[in-house]
């Protein structure tokens, strides 16, 4: 197949990722993959396939907000546009979104080409459409997303629960929405350094226990709650280091917390890095803090490098982590919760090793790039065969 993969950018974000394991995996099943970012390039481009059947194109185009509807619509012609000559070009026989406005502008673009409407879409939805109240642009951008989603023909939920939440904001007939839980390249998790090497090249302590996130710093990750979740685990064990690899809009929040919490020796924020596998092998105890997600990749990540998992049971983590059987479930933004869950796996580590070796199995059988991208492949090869929808 020759397969368009369509993304925002290359910056560090989980959609971006699952699009580059993705052109990935297609590239090593022998598939032609060209893959589009609409606004520009980043630092994912460094772990972007080696391979001659695939290729990056970056438009260089900016999105306005759709408050602001006369550029908003100028871009959108603009976009609109530049994706019509590529696939001229490219002529693909599937096209694969990951963000909702992109399938809107790839639906449009495909009526516009000489290569018709019967290029299908397959639109991977990586998170819910809408996460707090539907104010005025959340309410404007659903009504561009029902469009979109209707127009594609085939919808990928990245979990159960994002699944239930498209059906009930849009309406979709059941059977055009599938659940396709997001995989994992873990390549890079093979052979990796031992956990006192990995410490001392990031200059850590050798001896003291150490309680790990990794994602970008975003709201949604409410590290903030992280952070006074590890101001109570610092009364009973004194010793223990918390650790975030990450950068983003988040960032002021969160050392504000380590300020407020007086636990500033305590903490260390790595910034972004591009060793993410290596990074994991510091830590004795994964967090994932997060008050919503679609299918947290780190999540998985942390099961392949064999650490205790302990995660908010939002959106797809629960379809993943079974409570005291491979991690450990808490509800989300209650860090008295988070707390009792690392001084227990702190204090019981023979618990928490069990829980990171049935979790290491799981990743390893299930998440890993060739399943993954066998179901995607399936996937879209049915969607070549399905009817074009209706405009």
């Not at 693909?92 to 290569?115: F, M, W």
């Not at 594609?152 to 839980?181: F, I, M, N, R, Y």
Request: net charge positive; with cysteine; hydrophobic share 40%.
């Amino acid at each position: 197949m020759k397969i368009l993969q369509v993304i925002p950018d290359l910056r560090v974000g989980g959609a971006e990722r699952v699009a580059i394991n993705l052109c990935q995996g297609f590239v090593d099943k022998g598939h032609q993959v060209l893959l589009v970012s609409i606004k520009s390039g980043g630092p994912q481009e460094k772990i972007l396939p080696q391979s001659d059947l695939f290729s990056l194109q970056i438009l260089g185009l900016q999105r306005s907000s759709i408050l602001r509807p006369l550029h908003f619509f100028r871009d959108s012609r603009k976009l609109q546009h530049k994706l019509s000559s590529v696939l001229r070009s490219f002529q693909p026989d599937v096209v694969q979104t990951h963000i909702p406005e992109d399938d809107l502008y790839l639906s449009r673009a495909c009526e516009k080409t000489g290569i018709g409407a019967h290029i299908p879409i397959v639109h991977s939805l990586q998170f819910h459409l809408h996460r707090k109240s539907l104010d005025l642009r959340s309410r404007l951008r659903l009504r561009l997303f029902k469009r979109a989603l209707q127009r594609a023909t085939t919808v990928l939920a990245v979990s159960g629960a994002v699944k239930e939440k498209v059906l009930e904001l849009t309406q979709l007939p059941d059977s055009s929405v599938q659940v396709l839980h997001n995989g994992v390249d873990l390549r890079p998790f093979q052979n990796l350094a031992k956990k006192d090497e990995v410490r001392k090249s990031l200059g850590l302590p050798l001896n003291r226990p150490i309680i790990f996130g990794v994602g970008r710093f975003h709201p949604a990750k409410n590290y903030p709650m992280f952070v006074r979740a590890s101001a109570l685990v610092h009364e009973t064990h004194p010793d223990a280091l918390f650790v975030l690899v990450g950068d983003g809009e988040e960032r002021a929040p969160i050392e504000a917390a380590i300020h407020k919490t007086k636990m500033k020796e305590h903490w260390r924020l790595l910034g972004q890095r591009g060793d993410v596998p290596q990074c994991l092998k510091i830590a004795d105890l994964f967090v994932q803090s997060s008050d919503w997600e679609g299918f947290p990749v780190a999540v998985i990540e942390a099961m392949a490098a064999k650490l205790p998992v302990i995660a908010t049971e939002v959106a797809g983590v629960g379809e993943v982590i079974q409570h005291q059987k491979n991690g450990w479930l808490i509800p989300p933004g209650n860090e008295h919760e988070l707390a009792d869950a690392i001084r227990h796996l702190l204090d019981h580590p023979q618990e928490a090793q069990e829980l990171a070796k049935q979790a290491e199995k799981l990743a390893w059988e299930h998440y890993n790039l060739e399943a993954w991208t066998r179901r995607a492949e399936s996937i879209l090869q049915r969607a070549l065969r399905s009817p074009a929808p209706s405009p």
